[in-house]
C-alpha cells in the first residue's frame, strides 16, 4: 500500500470560495459552526457499526473520518469542508437499503464509502445510481456488483454507474488462494464449505473452479448457515472424505467455530478463506489450536508498506477505539477518491460546484488516479481498483502472519 503522501495534488484548482447551488450547505458556516463561508461537502459511510462485525466497520468508518480531516487539515479542496456522516447497516440488505435512500435525501451528501459486505452493496446499488450519487467499497469482492451477473461466461456488462471499490475482486482473490493452496501449500484434496451468501457462495465458487483447474480435487462441498454456531456434521464429513485442507467461502464468526470443530472431529487439516476470515476475531472464536490456517486478504499488509506509514501514524494520532482493521487502507483511499473527484469537478467548474454536482463526481471518480496508502489508485471500465495485489496469511502462534504477497497475474 505505498502511500508517498497523504496529500495528491491532482489539479490546481482556482482561488475563492466553492459555492453550492442545489447541494451543500453555505449559511455563512459550515456544519461544525466554523465561520468563513465554506462549502460543507458530506461523505456518507455505510458499514456493520455493530454486531458481530463492527470491528472492520468502526475501522471503515474512522478511516474515512482521518481522510476527510486531512483533507480540511491541509485544504485540500479550496473553500470545502468535509464532513462524515455514518450508517450502521448490521451486515443486513435491507438496512443497507434503507440507508442507501437516507444518503440520496440529505443533498449535503455527494459521495458515499462503503458497505463491507457484497450482499448489502447489491440492495445499495439501484438506490445510488437513480440518484447519480457514487459509492466506493473499500470491501466488496463479488465480480458480479461491478460486471454483471454473466461475468462468469464472459459476458461483462457494467451494471451501475455510480459503482466503484478499491478492493479487488474474487475472481482474483478466488484464484489467488487455489494458486496457493495448490502450488505452494501443496494440497490436492481440498473439501468446500460456503455460507450460502453473496460473498462466501461466490468466493468458493471460483476458488474450486480455480483448484480444479490446476489438477486438485474437490473432495466434498457443504454450506451453513450465517449465526449458526454447531458444524459437527460437516466437520465430520470433512474426516470422512480424508480431505487434506479445508476452504471457506464466508466471515470470521462462522469460520472460527468451524476451525475448531473440523480439529476437534479429528481432522488435522488447515481451513484457508478469504478477507472475511482474515481478522483476530477467528483465531479468538476457536477454542482448539489453530495455528496452520490461512487467509487471503486483497493488498498488502499495512504495516510493511513505505506508503501507508503516514496513514498508520496519523491514525494512531487521532486516539480511535478501535483499530483500522483490514479495510482500513482501503477506505481511505476510497474517501480520498471522492475528495479527488469534488476537486476535479470545481475545477472543471471555475471554482464552484454545479447544480449535478453528484453526476459530475460520478464521472470524475472513473478518472481518479493517485499514489495512495495501498498503491496506485485508479479504476477500470467497470469500477474496479486496477491494484491486484493480494497476501497470505498463516495463523502462527495464534497471531496473523504474512507468508506470501503478490500481484496477481493472469
Known amino acids: 500500500m505505498r502511500h508517498r503522501s497523504l496529500l495528491i495534488m491532482t489539479t490546481a484548482i482556482t482561488a475563492g470560495a466553492l459555492t453550492l447551488s442545489a447541494c451543500g450547505s453555505r449559511d455563512g458556516k459550515d456544519s461544525s459552526g466554523d465561520k468563513g463561508g465554506k462549502t460543507t461537502v458530506v461523505i456518507g459511510v455505510d458499514a456493520p457499526l455493530t454486531g458481530s462485525l463492527s470491528a472492520l466497520g468502526q475501522g471503515i468508518k474512522n478511516s474515512v473520518d482521518l481522510a476527510t480531516k486531512i483533507a480540511n487539515k491541509n485544504n485540500e479542496v479550496e473553500g470545502v469542508t468535509f464532513k462524515v456522516k455514518s450508517f450502521d447497516d448490521q451486515a443486513v440488505p435491507s438496512s443497507g437499503k434503507q ?8 443533498e449535503e451528501i455527494l459521495g458515499a464509502v462503503g458497505p463491507l459486505n457484497s450482499g448489502v452493496a447489491q440492495s445499495m446499488q ?4 437513480k440518484a447519480d450519487l457514487a459509492q466506493v467499497s473499500p470491501a466488496n469482492t463479488n465480480p458480479a456488483l461491478s460486471q454483471g451477473d ?3 461466461s464472459g459476458k461483462k456488462e457494467r451494471p451501475f454507474k455510480t459503482y466503484f471499490r478499491t478492493a479487488t475482486t474474487d475472481i482474483i ?3 489467488f488462494a487455489a494458486q496457493y493452496y495448490y502450488n505452494d501449500a501443496k494440497k ?8 450460502k451468501q453473496a460473498y462466501g457462495a461466490g468466493l468458493a465458487k471460483i476458488f474450486a473452479a480455480e483448484f480444479k483447474r490446476l489438477g486438485g480435487k474437490v473432495v466434498g462441498t457443504d454450506h451453513l448457515t450465517v449465526k449458526e454456531t454447531d458444524f459437527t456434521g460437516i466437520s465430520n464429513k470433512v474426516k470422512s472424505t480424508k480431505a487434506d485442507s479445508v476452504y471457506f467461502g464466508g466471515q470470521f464468526p462462522e469460520g472460527g467455530l468451524l476451525s475448531d470443530q473440523v480439529k476437534q472431529a479429528g481432522a488435522d487439516v488447515p481451513i484457508m478463506g478469504g478477507d472475511g476470515i482474515y481478522d483476530p476475531a477467528f483465531i479468538k472464536a476457536s477454542g482448539t489450536s489453530n495455528d496452520g490456517d490461512l487467509a487471503t486478504s486483497v493488498g498488502y499488509p499495512v504495516e510493511q ?12 494520532a487521532q486516539g480511535y477505539k478501535d483499530p483500522y482493521a483490514a479495510y482500513g ?3 481511505y483511499d476510497a474517501a480520498w477518491s471522492i475528495i479527488q473527484a469534488v476537486k476535479q469537478v470545481a475545477a472543471d467548474n471555475d471554482g464552484k460546484l454545479p447544480d449535478d454536482a453528484r453526476a459530475k463526481i460520478t464521472e470524475a471518480l472513473g478518472k481518479v488516479s493517485f499514489d495512495g496508502v495501498t498503491g496506485k489508485v485508479s479504476f477500470d471500465q467497470y469500477g474496479d481498483t486496477t491494484n491486484k495485489q493480494l497476501t497470505v496469511y498463516e ?3 495464534g497471531a496473523w502472519k504474512s507468508v506470501k504477497s503478490a500481484t496477481f497475474k493472469d
Open 99 to 106: 440507508n442507501a435512500t437516507s444518503m440520496v435525501d440529505d
Open 126 to 129: 439501484g438506490v445510488f445510481d
Open 150 to 152: 454473466n461475468w462468469a
Open 173 to 175: 482473490q478466488g484464484r
Open 188 to 195: 490436492r484434496k481440498v473439501f468446500v464449505v460456503d455460507d
Open 305 to 316: 508498506l513505505d506508503s501507508a506509514k503516514t496513514f498508520v501514524k496519523n491514525y494512531q
Open 329 to 331: 487502507g482501503y477506505s
Open 395 to 397: 495463523v502462527k502462534k
